[in-house]
């Protein structure tokens, strides 16, 4: 976890100001960043944020363009609070590649962005990993992204727990992104998702791939390859067998992706070597 | 280094050899890599492959082999020896001492020309005494031993042993006997005995004694009218000077051992049957004796028991038929008191026949019995596979000598017992 406590101020420093904005009219009571339901009442001012990427055109306040020449949006009481959580997958296949682990780096530097733009927002943000891990209840106390950064810091992949029990506990959050590689439970993370995502709640599946699982360098002769997570695959690799792997597995993504938007969610790829605060920034803007 | 049994180590090369063309022969399946995404790759048949040696294989491997070759050297039994470089030539003298040699200085002569230092030198009469540090001293001080009979083949026994003891100074031996080679030297044993000397012997001949064709003139201590007088070569005397065989019927006195002690004599006890100590209160007739080649069949009386014994040097010069001594030689300083308990008839012309005569002769001989001095043919002793057979026998056909045990085996066996300890922590790692 060297290049993430490194790393981390910097991302925190790219995704600032950075909304994520709910793709929902927030039925939440609490005010926020979202917009809310209730009507009737004037809004009540709370003030200028400056125009970000990715805020609604709409809430620009031209009054305060033509004063100033600033382009702000306007926060009004009556916009909501969106508890959200961050799901990250510390199963032992997100350790890959075993030297370098880049898959578990970029998806706890996600995890961390994607709770410091929602804790930017003024979203309660909690962490959840599968046991042994952690859970931390949404919350916006001042320290929670610190506290996440210090989760993550300690939390080195492995085993296999499943995702699914876990996402089943995490009702109290009306929006869930989930961070693995999904070659765990994949279907029964799925229903579990699926039927959060009936009920309201806000999905999002970032999956999280290695470049070297997307184009395996040949061997010069053939390799024997192994579940990491399941030591009873075993395959053997060479050079006539890649063109194949990678057909096979461009075709389970492509199913991934239809499935888990046809459940309602929003997929998205983050491959290694991608930096992170572009994945956080594609991510809230989906 | 030398190896008691080096089938052992080659048995250890060979295992090291194999486990040397099973590390690099033998297919292994290569070793699994990690790949989360693995159960997308065609589910296709393992090939197994000859793996490349890595680094640690290298340890590995070292390891076993050595396991295997100290194993196989401590089991073949190891003999380092730290003496100084081998000599070419190693000679085994045999000198003979026994009353066949005419002069002991002829004999120490011929020994010391050949002499060099690091030989063996077996002094041989009828035992054989090694000497290898002082040798010169004691062929200086080589005495023959004139009542003494000679046996070669104990003799070429001290050789093979003296040759297997200085093996491993040498790359060759010779064996030569200096001794006149007469027809006593040799027993039904000698052959066989030679036959284990791998090559030819070289022979130093020396002058034998002379072989004196008059019987001895013998003294006779008894009654005038004694029928043994009868059968006696010539008499005289017993005291009279010349005389080396003196005959005593009676009881032993202290002037008799002290003739029979003072030079080459011998002293003949015949007690008659009347003076015999009775066996079992009674005496026993045998129906014949036998002395040397002479046997004579006649109802004689056994007047005693002789036991021969164990030690002292006794020899049997006569036995009853039923294998029993009838006459013993006893070393007495430089002579010999001889028993006999034949008893000799009063009555009845036995006395007057040849044949009891040459019996009589032959108990009267000299110490250790009548010389037998006729020279042997040298043939069948030097070369008895013919000239085919070389003089210089080299070291790998001396037998080694008795195995001990060995230190370097107790080291190597530790040796191997670390190694195979440690062989399965490096085969984890």
């Given amino acids: 976890m060297g290049r993430l406590a ?28 979202h917009p809310s339901k209730r009507a009737g009442a004037s809004p009540e001012f709370s003030e200028y944020r400056p125009y970000q990427q990715g805020d609604d055109p709409a809430r620009i306040d031209w009054k305060l363009f033509g004063r100033t020449e600033r382009v702000a949006i306007r926060l009004a009481r009556d916009d909501s609070r969106l508890p959200t959580t961050v799901l990250l997958d510390a199963s032992a296949s997100m350790a890959y590649p075993p030297a370098s682990l880049d898959k578990w780096e970029l998806a706890a530097a996600v995890a961390l962005g994607l709770a410091a733009v929602a804790h930017g927002d003024g979203d309660p943000i909690g962490f959840a990993t599968p046991p042994p891990g952690s859970v931390v209840p949404p919350r916006t106390r001042r320290g929670t992204v610190g506290h996440i950064l210090q989760l993550l810091l300690q939390t080195a992949p492995a085993g296999r727990a499943p995702l699914a029990p876990l996402l089943a506990t995490l009702r109290s959050s009306r929006r869930i992104a989930i961070v693995s590689d999904f070659l ?17 709640r806000e999905i999002y599946a970032i999956h999280v791939v290695a470049r070297e699982e997307l184009d395996p360098t040949p061997p010069p002769r053939q390799t024997v390859v192994t579940d990491p997570e399941d030591p009873s695959i075993r395959r053997a690799l060479d050079k006539s067998a890649i063109p194949l792997y990678q057909d096979a597995f461009a075709r389970w993504r492509e199913s991934l992706a239809v499935a888990w938007r046809g459940a309602g969610a929003v997929y998205a790829l983050a491959t290694t070597g991608e930096a992170p605060e572009r994945v956080v920034r594609r991510v809230v803007r989906s | 280094m030398t190896f008691l049994a080096p089938a052992f180590l080659l048995a250890g090369l060979l295992a090291a050899g194999i486990v040397l063309a099973l590390h690099f022969i033998v297919p292994h399946e290569p070793r699994p890599a990690p790949l989360p995404t693995a159960r997308f790759a065609p589910d296709q048949p393992v090939r197994a492959q000859t793996r490349a040696l890595r680094p640690r294989d290298l340890g590995l491997l070292a390891m076993r082999v050595g396991l295997l070759l100290a194993v196989g050297a401590a089991l073949a039994g190891p003999q380092v020896s730290l003496r100084r470089p081998r000599r070419t030539l190693a000679r085994i003298l045999l000198v003979d001492r026994s009353r066949a040699v005419a002069q002991a200085g002829e004999a120490a002569d011929s020994a010391r020309a050949r002499y060099a230092a690091g030989d063996a030198v077996v002094l041989f009469d009828s035992g054989a005494t090694t000497v290898r540090d002082q040798a010169l001293d004691s062929l200086a001080a080589l005495a023959a031993r004139p009542s003494v009979p000679g046996r070669l083949s104990a003799a070429l026994i001290a050789a093979l042993q003296a040759a297997s003891r200085l093996r491993e100074t040498a790359d060759s031996f010779e064996l030569t006997i200096i001794s006149p080679l007469v027809t006593e030297e040799l027993d039904e044993a000698t052959d066989s005995v030679r036959a284990l000397w791998p090559g030819a012997v070289r022979l130093v001949r020396i002058a034998a004694t002379e072989e004196s064709p008059a019987p001895p003139a013998v003294g006779f201590d008894g009654r005038s009218d004694d029928p043994l007088r009868i059968a006696l070569p010539p008499q005289s005397v017993a005291g009279a000077p010349g005389v080396w065989v003196r005959i005593v019927r009676g009881a032993l006195d202290r002037e008799d051992s002290a003739w029979a002690r003072a030079a080459a004599r011998v002293l003949v006890h015949w007690p008659p049957p009347a003076a015999a100590e009775p066996r079992d209160s009674s005496q026993e007739i045998i129906g014949a004796v036998i002395a040397g080649d002479v046997v004579v069949v006649a109802p004689l009386m056994r007047t005693t028991i002789l036991a021969a014994g164990a030690g002292g040097g006794a020899r049997v010069v006569a036995r009853w038929v039923d294998g029993e001594p009838a006459a013993i030689d006893k070393p007495w300083g430089a002579g010999c008191i001889r028993t006999v308990a034949v008893g000799v008839p009063e009555r009845g012309d036995l006395v007057l026949e040849p044949r009891f005569a040459r019996f009589v002769a032959a108990l009267v001989g000299p110490c250790g019995g009548r010389p037998a001095l006729r020279p042997v043919e040298p043939a069948r002793l030097v070369a008895p596979a013919g000239a085919a057979s070389p003089r210089r026998v080299a070291r790998r056909l001396i037998a080694s000598p ?3 045990t060995s230190p370097w085996a107790t080291g190597l066996l530790l040796v191997a017992l670390a190694l195979a300890a440690a062989e399965p922590l490096v085969r984890r790692r």
Wanted: proline share 6%; hydrophobic share 40%.
């Fill in chain 1, 184 to 200: 765990g439970d994949a279907d029964e993370l799925l229903e579990q998702a699926r039927e959060l995502a009936a009920g309201g």
């Fill in chain 1, 6 to 33: 490194g790393g981390a101020p910097s991302l925190l420093d790219a995704v600032r100001g950075v909304h994520w904005p709910a793709r929902r009219i927030s039925g939440g009571a609490i005010h926020g960043a």
């Fill in chain 2, 402 to 404: 008795e195995p001990t």
